[in-house]
C-alpha cells in the first residue's frame, strides 16, 4: 500500500488542506495503515490522505467540495466494525474521513435525561460524562475504550444491555448529520415527543455511513444502578435458560439487565489463552449461564431476588451450580469470561465468524440444527458458540479443527455461511444481529433480504445520495 495509485485530484486535496489545516491531515502512508485496516484484518484498502476536521462546519465543507467533483468518502470513528464497513477500497480513490478530533462532550441535562456529545466520543468518555452527573449510558460492547459515538449510531450497535435498554437505536433522542452534499441537518432534538412527520434520524441511525456523516448526537440516560447483582451458573441446556429468562423477567419486574449463555467450548479457550481466567465453579459442565439485574435503589433487595430465581431453576433440574458474585472484582472476573471469547478464539485459529439473531424461544432448535449441520459439513469443526441469548442474539464462531490449517479451513467459509444463514432465516432470523453489513455481508443481503425491501433501500441512497459517494461499496 502506497497511496500512488489513487484517483483523487490534486485540486480536491489541496482544497481539503485549505478547509482543516495540516492538524486536521494525515499523509504519511505508514500514518495512514492503522486506519486502512478493519479491526479482522479481513480488509486493506488505500487513501491518498486521511482527513480529520475539528468541526461540523469543516466536516460540511469537505463534504461540499467532495460532492462537487464526485470524490468518494468513506467516514470512520473508532475503526472498530467487524465487517469492513469503514475501510476505503484498494483502489486509493476515495478520501477517508475520520471523526476523532471531534470528541467533546458538549453538554448534559440529568433533568432531561440527556446527553450531547459529538461523534469522536470514546464510548467510554460517554458513560463517564453520564456517570459524573449521576446517570447511565447503558450501551456498552467489548470495543468500548475505543470504539467512538458517531460509530456506535452508524451500526445501531448492540452490546449486552440491549435486554434491558435497546440497541443504539433505542438510545438516540436526536441527531446532527452532514448530508451528502454538504448541508448540515441539525436534528439535535431532544424531546422524547416530536410528531411532526417522518423520524428522520432513524433513516442515518444503522446507515453505516452511505448516506451521511452523523456529527453530534443527544443521547437518552437512565437511572444510575446501585444495586448490581451478577449470577454464574451451569445450566442444562440452553432450553432451561431461556425458561430462567422468561421466571426471571417477572419475579424481577423486569430488571434482568444481562443475559449471556456461552458453551464450554469457548471457556475452555479462555482459560487456556487469557492470563488470570479461572472457573468460577468447582467443576466443568457444558453449558453456561451470565445473569445480572440491577436497581436504582441501594437496597434493591435483587441479591435475594436473584438467589430465588436460582434456586427455583436448581430445583427443576435446570440449573446444575451456581454462584453468585460478592463484589465488584468478583462480577468483573465473571464478565471477563464472557468477554474474552473472541480474544480466544483468535488466538486459537482460524475461525468462521457469524452474528445472527432468532426469536428468543427459536434459540435452541436453531442451536441444535446447526450444531448438527456444521458437525456434517467439516469433521472435527470446533464450535464455539455464545451470545446475548436475552435478546435472541448468538455469536456462533467456528473454529478449524485440531488436524486442519487455517487455509484449508477457509475453504470451507461459503458453505458454512451458507448452513448457519439458511437456518437462521428459516427460523425468520438475522444474517446480521449486531455487527452490520459493511463489505462483509453485502452479498449475503442480496441473497436473504427481500427483493421489495432491497428496491426501497435503493430508492433512499439514490434520493439522498445521487451522487453515490457516501461510503460506495458498502451495505449496498
Same mark, same amino acid.
Given at each position: 500500500?502506497?497511496?500512488?495509485?489513487?484517483?483523487?485530484?490534486?485540486?480536491?486535496?489541496?482544497?481539503?488542506?485549505?478547509?482543516?489545516?495540516?492538524?486536521?491531515?494525515?499523509?504519511?502512508?505508514? /500514518?495512514?495503515?492503522?486506519?486502512?485496516?478493519?479491526?479482522?484484518?479481513?480488509?486493506?484498502?488505500?487513501?491518498?490522505?486521511?482527513?480529520?476536521?475539528?468541526?461540523?462546519?469543516?466536516?460540511?465543507?469537505?463534504?461540499?467540495?467532495?460532492?462537487?467533483?464526485?470524490?468518494?468518502?468513506?467516514?470512520?470513528?473508532?475503526?472498530?466494525?467487524?465487517?469492513?464497513?469503514?475501510?476505503?477500497?484498494?483502489?486509493?480513490?476515495?478520501?477517508?474521513?475520520?471523526?476523532?478530533?471531534?470528541?467533546?462532550?458538549? &453538554?448534559?441535562?440529568?433533568?432531561?435525561?440527556?446527553?450531547?456529545?459529538?461523534?469522536?466520543?470514546?464510548?467510554?468518555?460517554?458513560?463517564?460524562?453520564?456517570?459524573?452527573?449521576?446517570?447511565?449510558?447503558?450501551?456498552?460492547?467489548?470495543?468500548?475504550?475505543?470504539?467512538?459515538?458517531?460509530?456506535?449510531?452508524?451500526?445501531?450497535?448492540?452490546?449486552?444491555?440491549?435486554?434491558?435498554?435497546?440497541?443504539?437505536?433505542?438510545?438516540?433522542?436526536?441527531?446532527?448529520?452532514?448530508?451528502?452534499?454538504?448541508?448540515?441537518?441539525?436534528?439535535?432534538?431532544?424531546?422524547?415527543?416530536?410528531?411532526?412527520?417522518?423520524?428522520?434520524?432513524?433513516?442515518?441511525?444503522?446507515?453505516?455511513?452511505?448516506?451521511?456523516?452523523?456529527?453530534?448526537?443527544?443521547?437518552?440516560?437512565?437511572?444510575?444502578?446501585?444495586?448490581?447483582?451478577?449470577?454464574?451458573? &451451569?445450566?442444562? /441446556?440452553?432450553?432451561?435458560?431461556?425458561?430462567?429468562?422468561?421466571?426471571?423477567?417477572?419475579?424481577?419486574?423486569?430488571?434482568?439487565?444481562?443475559?449471556?449463555?456461552?458453551?464450554?467450548?469457548?471457556?475452555?479457550?479462555?482459560?487456556?489463552?487469557?492470563?488470570?481466567?479461572?472457573?468460577?465453579?468447582?467443576?466443568?459442565?457444558?453449558?453456561?449461564?451470565?445473569?445480572?439485574?440491577?436497581?436504582?435503589?441501594?437496597?434493591?433487595?435483587?441479591?435475594?431476588?436473584?438467589?430465588?430465581?436460582?434456586?427455583?431453576?436448581?430445583?427443576?433440574?435446570?440449573?446444575?451450580?451456581?454462584?453468585?458474585?460478592?463484589?465488584?472484582?468478583?462480577?468483573?472476573?465473571?464478565?471477563?469470561?464472557?468477554?474474552?471469547?473472541?480474544?480466544?478464539?483468535?488466538?486459537?485459529?482460524?475461525?468462521?465468524?457469524?452474528?445472527?439473531?432468532?426469536?428468543?424461544?427459536?434459540?435452541?432448535?436453531?442451536?441444535?440444527?446447526?450444531?448438527?449441520?456444521?458437525?456434517? &459439513?467439516?469433521?472435527?469443526?470446533?464450535?464455539?458458540?455464545?451470545?446475548?441469548?436475552?435478546?435472541?442474539?448468538?455469536?456462533?464462531?467456528?473454529?478449524?479443527?485440531?488436524?486442519?490449517?487455517?487455509?484449508?479451513?477457509?475453504?470451507?467459509?461459503?458453505?458454512?455461511?451458507?448452513?448457519?444463514?439458511?437456518?437462521?432465516?428459516?427460523?425468520?432470523?438475522?444474517?446480521?444481529?449486531?455487527?452490520?453489513?459493511?463489505?462483509?455481508?453485502?452479498?449475503?443481503?442480496?441473497?436473504?433480504?427481500?427483493?421489495?425491501?432491497?428496491?426501497?433501500?435503493?430508492?433512499?441512497?439514490?434520493?439522498?445520495?445521487?451522487?453515490?459517494?457516501?461510503?460506495?461499496?458498502?451495505?449496498?
Amino acid at each position: 500500500m502506497d497511496g500512488s495509485t489513487h484517483t483523487v485530484s490534486s485540486a480536491v486535496l489541496d482544497g481539503i488542506a485549505e478547509i482543516v489545516g495540516e492538524k486536521g491531515l494525515i499523509r504519511d502512508q505508514a /500514518d495512514i495503515e492503522p486506519y486502512v485496516i478493519d479491526q479482522r484484518k479481513s480488509y486493506i484498502g488505500a487513501t491518498p490522505m486521511v482527513v480529520r476536521p475539528s468541526s461540523t462546519e469543516e466536516v460540511s465543507k469537505v463534504v461540499a467540495l467532495c460532492a462537487e467533483s464526485g470524490t468518494p468518502i468513506v467516514p470512520q470513528g473508532g475503526n472498530t466494525g467487524l465487517c469492513g464497513g469503514a475501510t476505503p477500497s484498494e483502489a486509493g480513490d476515495q478520501l477517508l474521513l475520520s471523526l476523532t478530533r471531534m470528541n467533546q462532550v458538549r &453538554a448534559v441535562d440529568p433533568l432531561n435525561y440527556t446527553l450531547i456529545a459529538e461523534a469522536g466520543v470514546i464510548l467510554t468518555d460517554i458513560q463517564k460524562a453520564a456517570d459524573d452527573n449521576d446517570r447511565l449510558f447503558p450501551l456498552s460492547l467489548g470495543a468500548e475504550g475505543t470504539a467512538r459515538i458517531g460509530g456506535n449510531i452508524a451500526t445501531n450497535a448492540g452490546g449486552t444491555g440491549v435486554l434491558r435498554y435497546g440497541n443504539t437505536r433505542e438510545l438516540v433522542v436526536g441527531i446532527e448529520v452532514v448530508l451528502p452534499d454538504g448541508q448540515i441537518w441539525d436534528g439535535l432534538s431532544a424531546l422524547r415527543k416530536d410528531n411532526t412527520g417522518y423520524d428522520l434520524k432513524q433513516l442515518f441511525i444503522g446507515s453505516e455511513g452511505t448516506l451521511g456523516i452523523i456529527t453530534a448526537c443527544v443521547l437518552k440516560l437512565f437511572p444510575k444502578p446501585r444495586d448490581v447483582q451478577t449470577g454464574f451458573a &451451569a445450566v442444562r /441446556d440452553v432450553s432451561a435458560a431461556i425458561e430462567i429468562l422468561a421466571r426471571a423477567r417477572a419475579a424481577s419486574d423486569d430488571r434482568v439487565t444481562a443475559f449471556e449463555w456461552m458453551a464450554r467450548k469457548g471457556l475452555d479457550l479462555v482459560f487456556k489463552n487469557i492470563p488470570g481466567a479461572r472457573d468460577p465453579l468447582s467443576q466443568p459442565y457444558s453449558e453456561y449461564l451470565l445473569i445480572e439485574l440491577t436497581s436504582g435503589h441501594e437496597e434493591g433487595g435483587l441479591r435475594e431476588t436473584l438467589e430465588g430465581i436460582l434456586g427455583d431453576a436448581m430445583e427443576r433440574g435446570e440449573v446444575l451450580d451456581a454462584t453468585i458474585a460478592e463484589s465488584r472484582q468478583q462480577s468483573a472476573d465473571i464478565w471477563k469470561l464472557r468477554e474474552t471469547i473472541p480474544e480466544a478464539q483468535a488466538i486459537e485459529g482460524t475461525g468462521v465468524k457469524h452474528d445472527i439473531s432468532v426469536p428468543v424461544s427459536s434459540m435452541p432448535e436453531f442451536l441444535e440444527r446447526a450444531n448438527a449441520e456444521i458437525s456434517k &459439513a467439516v469433521d472435527g469443526v470446533q464450535i464455539c458458540a455464545f451470545g446475548h441469548i436475552g435478546d435472541g442474539n448468538a455469536h456462533y464462531n467456528l473454529n478449524q479443527p485440531d488436524n486442519s490449517d487455517g487455509e484449508t479451513f477457509l475453504k470451507h467459509k461459503e458453505e458454512l455461511n451458507r448452513i448457519v444463514h439458511d437456518i437462521a432465516t428459516n427460523l425468520r432470523g438475522s444474517i446480521s444481529a449486531e455487527h452490520g453489513i459493511g463489505q462483509l455481508k453485502r452479498e449475503e443481503l442480496v441473497h436473504y433480504k427481500s427483493p421489495i425491501a432491497l428496491d426501497v433501500m435503493r430508492s433512499i441512497k439514490a434520493a439522498i445520495d445521487p451522487k453515490q459517494i457516501m461510503n460506495p461499496g458498502k451495505v449496498l
